[in-house]
């Protein structure tokens, strides 16, 4: 297959157009130049040849790794859900934020097709958009009885039904689902205290929620440093979070209902002036439309086309980490090890970390690993049954929304 890849082509053009290359720069020790914030600012004028040449990296060499990944690792994604009860049969099902469903997919489709041809191993795999399944899919998991109704191993996003009594004391309590591996956390993990300490869930990584400010929309009102800060009066409609159809997004409920109760959770409602898809607010930003603080995904304020009208407000007390959870049946632990070792590992990892979602591992470099991050805690999670919580927290919010 013709690559056409020669010296002269940008960084960002190779990824661009050969995704699954990303691992031969991060392997050869540029991967500082494939993160999504290099591939922003800098790889999109840097040319392959003076990158190689900075570094003493032998051109035609390393060309020839890139043509031979691209080769024998073709871009393929893993496929969608095709139906609820289609789950059973799977070996893995991913539920993931938006940011990170396509360079999950992408990486562990190479992966399983890599795992394929080296050991024979064939794993059924389905990966969707959480928002896609939000509603539908985890009310589904709620009718469930038995875990032959589930997928071998669950990954999913943000604080969901897997979170839930019913789902904990019916497959966690007895064993038939639990964690995989104690991975090693690193600051920011740590200080937060996001690993789970009774070992029954795995987290991959968080998606970390931002504010943004338009500051065309200030109106003299100083930025907000902290999550308790926009519940000030001054931003009385003027804040835009997830949310739309009658749903708002509980990764940012929540954590207002535990710090200051149904109060916080009022004082948020007057503030919201609409819910939004994390696209869609970039897209109002970019258009200059009402709303003064987005509540957003960090991944998704990086794509905001003029930077130079927000304020990217990493609050002191941290981002908001949602989480994204791996859960594995005990009994299937040993027969998916090398996929489970793949899942849990610094590769799929620096990946994750390089899209923007901090992940727990001390040892992976990129830039949202060095920064705060603010965390439910498991005592609460354990304490309170989430989806009896949000049902409690949606009747004070909802009808003070818009």
């Given at each position: ?238 804040l835009i979070i997830r949310g739309g159809d009658g749903f708002y997004c509980h990764a940012v409920l929540l954590p207002t209902f535990k710090a200051s109760g149904n109060k916080g959770i009022e004082a948020l409602a007057a503030n919201v002036l609409e819910g939004l898809h994390p696209a869609q607010m970039v897209n109002r930003i970019d258009n200059n439309g009402p709303g003064a603080l987005y509540v957003m995904p960090a991944f998704f304020a990086d794509r905001i086309r ?97």
């Amino acid at each position: 297959m013709p690559t056409n890849i020669h010296a002269d082509l940008k960084i960002y053009e190779i990824i661009q157009r050969f995704p699954q290359t990303q691992w031969v720069f991060v392997t050869n020790g540029l991967g500082a130049l494939v993160t999504d914030d290099a591939m922003r600012v800098l790889a999109p004028f840097l040319t392959l040849g003076t990158a190689l040449k900075s570094r003493f990296i032998n051109i035609e060499a390393f060309i020839d790794m890139l043509e031979d990944t691209i080769t024998r690792n073709p871009v393929i994604d893993t496929p969608g859900l095709v139906s609820m009860e289609a789950q059973k049969d799977l070996s893995l099902l991913g539920l993931m934020p938006c940011g990170l469903k396509m360079p999950f997919s992408r990486a562990f489709s190479q992966f399983l097709n890599e795992l394929q041809a080296k050991e024979g191993l064939c794993i059924q795999a389905a990966v969707e958009g959480n928002v896609n399944q939000e509603l539908s899919y985890y009310s589904y998991v709620d009718t469930i009885e038995s875990k032959d109704e589930l997928p071998d191993i669950i990954v999913s996003a943000d604080f969901n039904v897997f979170l839930g009594h019913r789902f904990y004391n019916r497959f966690v309590v007895p064993g038939h689902f639990t964690a995989y591996s104690a991975l090693p956390a690193g600051p920011n993990f740590s200080d937060a205290q996001i690993l789970d300490p009774e070992n029954e869930y795995t987290i991959l990584c968080v998606n970390p929620l931002v504010v943004v400010a338009n500051l065309d929309k200030l109106k003299n009102r100083d930025l907000p440093h902290t999550w308790d800060d926009i519940l000030a009066p001054e931003w009385k409609k003027s804040l835009i979070i997830r949310g739309g159809d009658g749903f708002y997004c509980h990764a940012v409920l929540l954590p207002t209902f535990k710090a200051s109760g149904n109060k916080g959770i009022e004082a948020l409602a007057a503030n919201v002036l609409e819910g939004l898809h994390p696209a869609q607010m970039v897209n109002r930003i970019d258009n200059n439309g009402p709303g003064a603080l987005y509540v957003m995904p960090a991944f998704f304020a990086d794509r905001i086309r003029h930077q130079e009208r927000i304020k990217v407000i990493w609050p002191d007390d941290g981002a908001l980490a949602s989480p994204v959870i791996l859960q594995v049946k005990s009994e299937k632990k040993e027969e998916l090890k090398p996929v489970l070792d793949y899942l849990v590992g610094s590769q799929l990892a620096q990946i994750l970390a390089g899209a923007g979602f901090p992940v727990p591992h001390a040892d992976v470099s990129a830039e949202v690993q060095t920064k705060p991050l603010k965390w439910l805690g498991w005592n609460f999670l354990r304490q309170n049954d989430l989806p009896a919580l949000n049902v409690e927290i949606d009747k004070v919010f909802m009808p003070l929304a818009p």
